[in-house]
């Protein structure tokens, strides 16, 4: 395994020292190593502005209407043992009753 640091932008880790900084085989991006500060993974908060992770039991805060379902999620429903996600729909998660969904982090609140 090769110890150089992996591309901030495209997260390679086909780099090469260029002298004083790197640079990143796959989309070109140059960068001091020294001056990138790490990302400790997405963050995503929850309608109060409460980080979230995965594993975390939140609440439904607002009524949502999902298409093709006979019913609307209720205000209150929890959800246990969310998992996070990139995109729009940051949470993956089981709803009981309900089956696998996708939500925004903005519709939950931590329980």
Not at 13 to 19: E, L, N, R, V
Not at 83 to 96: A, F, M, Q, S, W
Request: aromatic share 4%; glycine share 10%.
């Amino acid at each position: 395994m090769s110890d150089t640091p992996a591309c901030p932008e495209c997260r390679s880790a086909i780099t090469y020292p260029t002298g004083t900084s790197q640079m990143c085989a796959e989309c070109g991006h140059e960068w001091n190593p020294e001056e990138v500060v790490e990302e400790a993974g997405q963050v995503v908060k929850d309608a109060n502005g409460t980080i979230l992770k995965d594993g975390d039991d939140v609440v439904m805060v607002k009524d949502l209407a999902v298409k093709g379902a006979p019913k609307a999620l209720k205000a209150g429903a929890k959800v246990r043992s969310i998992k996070l996600v990139d995109g729009d729909h940051n949470i993956d998660c089981r709803i009981e009753g309900f089956g696998a969904m996708a939500l925004k982090s903005e519709f939950v609140k931590k329980a």
